[in-house]
């Protein structure tokens, strides 16, 4: 079996999970209807934590509490589990459960307020934890398709998860001092960007929806991500996204801009390489675009669509050995349609096989 054959037959057998009947469901029957859960968190403010602070703090929480149980549920998703268990025995790349939680699952805030009286009051929230409309095996399948959404939305949940623990840190000393102490500003100020950036990061996943495999909208939503982007002006995510929209409008100078600042806030984000080399390419720099590519690929050496991306880069320079020889690795990797362009239009053709 040669080689080629042999990572096509890994990545079937990590597909195959796609291909086998609902298993959590009753025989004839549908699959039950999952619960609206609700979850509850609470956070301390006296001192110099105020109560607004102390709210947005429980709600963030709650949000989080309510994504690791979407988490919990799709961890016992039958379907999941085996394309987990699959992906692991032949090395290929695991389903990422924080991410595909966030791109499933939607919170809604129903409760926020307060109890208690100080100096033990506290702030509460509470978040409705809303399911998908879709059964959930349908829209596991639907999720895993989309890679570059899973990133983003595992990158959020880390990104608040990281900033809400932060704050917690920072907070614990300021609830014991009096509210006329003075020289803490330091601190203060790093609760406020703390603040900012969960605000940015909120905006940002309700844009995410209008995300497929471009923008929909993108004037419109420029116009937000520019908003967002001055509360976070370091957001790996909303410069890429600012990149990925003017990229769309046709701008591909300021496109590669806001991609070569997205990198050089996160270096290991393989999408902005992506973008950047999008950029290049539309600038007929096709050796530029092929070296971004490249580097997107060595952060996400499984992502079919990087080799389509780069093996474009290779037909503009006329390399079409290299550009074939990317779209065959793409192709083994689920992805055909631009290896049957090639073979269609007479560029490419099968490799012949050594016996032969």
Known sequence: MTRQNTALLHILCCLFWLLLPATHAVSGTAAAP?????????????????RETALAAAK??????????????????????????????????????PGLARLLYTTRLSVEGI???????????QVVLVPPTAPLRESVIAGLKNQTSLALCSIVFEEQTRLLA????????????????TGK?????????????????????????????????????????????????????????????NLQLDRPAEALNYANAAISSAPHLYFAYDIKGAALLRQRLPASAAAAFTEALTLSPQNAELYAHRAAAFFVQEEIAAM???????????????YQWAKDTAKCFEPTSPQQ
């Not at 109890?115 to 929230?125: D, I, L």
């Not at 907070?171 to 102490?181: D, N, Y």
């Not at 309700?206 to 419109?220: D, E, F, H, I």
């Open 166 to 181: 932060n704050y917690d840190a920072l907070a614990k000393p300021l609830l014991t001092v009096s509210a006329e102490t």
């Open 115 to 125: 109890s208690g009286f100080p100096p033990s009051a506290k702030a509460v929230a």
């Open 34 to 50: 999952q619960r609206t859960l609700v979850f509850e968190q609470q956070r301390p403010f006296q001192g110099l934590i105020r």
């Open 60 to 97: 963030v929480a709650a949000e989080l509490s309510a994504i690791h149980q979407a988490m919990r549920s799709l961890a016992r998703e039958p379907s999941l589990q085996l394309a987990t268990n699959t992906c692991k025995e032949n090395a290929q790349p695991l389903p990422s459960l």
């Open 324 to 338: 074939c020889s990317d779209f065959r690795t793409a192709c083994a990797l689920a992805d055909c349609t631009g």
């Open 185 to 245: 500003e330091a601190e203060l100020q790093k609760i406020q960007i703390i603040f900012d950036k969960l605000k940015a990061l909120e905006v940002y996943l309700t844009l995410l929806p209008q995300r497929t495999s471009t923008w929909n909208a993108p004037q419109a939503v420029e116009e937000i991500l520019l908003r967002i982007h001055t509360l976070d002006p370091t957001s790996p995510l909303i410069l890429t996204a600012l990149a990925e929209v």
